[in-house]
C-alpha cells in the first residue's frame, strides 16, 4: 500500500521542496496542511498541485477540530512538521506570532496527532512517524573554529525564535516520553535555493542587486553559518521518515561554512558573470556600477545575533547513507539562474498577488 503524508506548512519554502520531492520522487500520497500566511505560496506548487496524490487544505495548526478533522479524513501513514515561524527579525519585533504558532501549534499538533494514533489498530500505530522538523538555531551558537553541534549539544537559543523552536523540541520529545507517540527530530542549518521568500539573505541580495539596490549585510559580515540547499535537505527529510529511528535526531547540514560577506559577494560575483549591469542603476547614486559589490552597504547588526553555526552532520550520513550533492557553489549558482529564469514567480510575491492565487489562475 502506498503511505499517506501530511506536511505541515507544505506551501513555505522547505516544506514546497518536501512536497515536490515526495510527489516526483516517491511514491507518497501527500496532504498539504499550510495556513497561508505570508511565507505560504501555492505558486510554489503549481507543477505537482494537478497530480492524484497530492491535496490541499488551508488549515490553522492551531485548530484542534479542523487537523483532527484532517486526520480522520486522509488517514496518514507519517505526519512531517514544517510549520513554523522562521524569521529572526520577525521575531525580534513581533514574537507573539513565534509562541502562538511555533508553541501553541505544535501542542494543537501533538494532541490532534496523538488522538488519531491513539485510535489506529496495533500493526499501524507501530508503523506510524510524527517526524518535527526543527533548526541548528536552537544549539545557540559556537564559541570556537572547530567546533560543530552534534545531536548532544546543549540547547541555548538566543533570539524569540529559536527559543520559540527549542521549546517545540521538547515538546515533541516529551510526548513520546510521556505518551509513546513515535517521534523523529531532525534540526537543520541554513537552507537556500529556488522558491525562497524573498526576506531571507541569499534571495534578498539577487533581487536588490538586479534592482540596483543597497546589499545590506549586519555588523561586519563576520557571522558564519553552514549552507544547506534545500533540495538537498529535502531528501534528507525524506529518508528520516522512511528509514530513520523512532526517538532518533538527526542533524542536517550542509558542509559549507561561509560568512555572510562571502555569501554576498559570491552572489555579487555571480550576478557580475550572469547579468552584467544592473536592471537599473545604483538607487543610492543613479550612476551604472562596475560590480554588483558596489553595492554592498554595512548596517547596524540585530540583537543577539549569533556568530557561528556548524552542524556535525556525520550521524545521519552514517546511518542513513545521506549526504548532500551540492556544494556551495555549485548550489548558489543553480539558485541565482533560478532567480533570473523565474521572475514571474519573485515578482507575483513582491507585488503581493501570490496571494490572489495560483500562479496561471485567476485569482
Not at 63 to 91: C, G, N, Q, Y
Not at 177 to 200: A, Q
Not at 258 to 285: F, H, M, S, W, Y
Not at 288 to 311: M, N, Q, W
Amino acid at each position: 500500500m502506498v503511505g499517506k503524508i501530511i506536511v505541515t506548512g507544505g506551501a513555505g519554502f522547505i516544506g514546497s521542496a518536501v512536497v515536490r520531492h515526495l510527489i516526483n520522487n516517491m511514491d507518497f500520497e501527500v496532504a498539504n496542511l499550510d495556513k497561508l500566511t505570508y511565507a505560504g505560496n501555492l505558486d510554489s506548487l503549481a507543477s505537482v498541485s494537478d497530480s492524484p496524490r497530492y491535496r490541499f487544505y488551508q488549515v490553522d495548526i492551531c485548530d484542534a477540530p479542523a487537523l483532527d478533522a484532517v486526520l480522520a479524513e486522509f488517514k496518514p501513514t507519517a505526519v512531517m512538521h514544517l510549520a513554523a515561524e522562521s524569521h529572526v527579525d520577525r521575531s525580534i519585533d513581533g514574537p507573539a506570532d513565534f509562541i502562538q504558532t511555533n508553541i501553541v501549534g505544535t501542542y494543537t499538533l501533538l494532541e490532534s496527532v496523538r488522538r488519531y494514533w491513539n485510535g489506529l489498530a496495533e500493526e499501524s500505530k507501530a508503523a506510524f512517524r510524527f517526524h518535527h522538523i526543527s533548526t541548528d538555531e536552537v544549539y545557540g551558537d559556537l564559541e570556537g573554529t572547530e567546533d560543530l553541534f552534534t545531536e548532544t549539544t546543549s540547547y541555548a537559543p538566543s533570539s524569540p525564535y529559536s527559543a520559540s523552536k527549542a521549546s517545540s523540541d521538547h515538546l515533541v520529545r516529551a510526548w513520546q516520553r510521556t505518551y509513546g507517540l513515535p517521534v523523529l527530530v531532525t534540526n537543520c542549518s541554513n537552507n537556500y535555493g529556488p522558491y525562497h521568500f524573498p526576506e531571507k539573505l541569499i534571495p534578498h541580495v539577487i533581487l536588490n542587486a538586479l534592482a540596483g539596490k543597497p546589499l545590506p549585510v549586519y555588523g561586519d559580515g563576520s557571522q558564519i553559518r553552514d549552507w544547506l540547499y534545500v533540495e538537498d535537505h529535502a531528501r534528507a527529510l525524506c529518508e528520516v521518515v522512511s528509514r530513520g529511528v523512532v526517538g532518533e535526531t538527526y542533524n542536517i547540514g550542509g558542509h559549507n561554512e561561509k560568512r555572510n560577506l562571502q555569501v554576498v559577494e559570491t552572489i555579487c560575483d555571480l550576478l557580475d558573470e550572469l547579468v552584467p549591469g544592473a536592471d537599473d542603476r545604483d538607487e543610492r547614486t543613479g550612476r551604472p556600477h562596475r560590480s554588483y559589490r558596489e553595492l554592498i552597504t554595512f548596517v547596524k547588526d540585530r540583537p543577539g545575533h549569533d556568530r557561528r553555526y556548524a552542524i556535525d552532520a556525520s550521524k545521519i550520513e552514517r546511518e542513513l547513507g545521506w549526504k548532500p550533492e551540492e556544494t556551495f557553489e555549485t548550489g548558489l549558482r543553480k539558485t541565482v539562474q533560478w532567480y533570473l529564469d523565474n521572475r514571474n514567480w519573485w515578482q507575483r510575491v513582491l507585488s503581493g498577488d501570490y496571494r490572489l492565487g495560483r500562479l496561471g489562475e485567476q485569482a
